[in-house]
């Protein structure tokens, strides 16, 4: 087994579209160690983060983060340790397109 360290997804989805940020490669699985969101505009928004299984469409039960608010210039951080199977899917959404987000951990294939 090999353990690879690393950012695993960036992204800057356009606003009010739900956006696959990660989906855990085939034959791996992924401890995602962390998740920021980043306001990089001149007003406040809301964000969401979803985990959903084997890449299935996101349902109410997969929000661990739902229209949390982020202020101008803000930066949200959380450790997570969400452990992820093979196929399974990080997505994001945001009320503007000023939100940046990045997911960090490791991947062991």
Aim: include cysteine; aromatic fraction near 10%; glycine fraction near 6%.
């Amino acid at each position: 087994m090999a353990t690879s360290y690393k950012i695993l997804a960036q992204s800057s989805p356009v606003a009010t579209t739900e956006t696959i940020l990660y989906t855990v490669p085939v034959s791996t699985s992924t401890i995602a160690s962390s998740i920021m969101v980043c306001n990089r505009g001149t007003s406040s928004a809301t964000f969401r983060i979803s985990v959903s299984a084997s890449g299935a469409a996101t349902a109410n039960k997969d929000y661990i983060y739902y229209n949390v608010p982020i202020g101008t210039g803000d930066t949200f951080v959380a450790t997570v340790g969400i452990t992820l199977g093979n196929t399974d899917v990080v997505r994001v959404y945001a009320t503007t397109a000023d939100l940046s987000f990045n997911l960090f951990g490791s991947e062991i294939s």
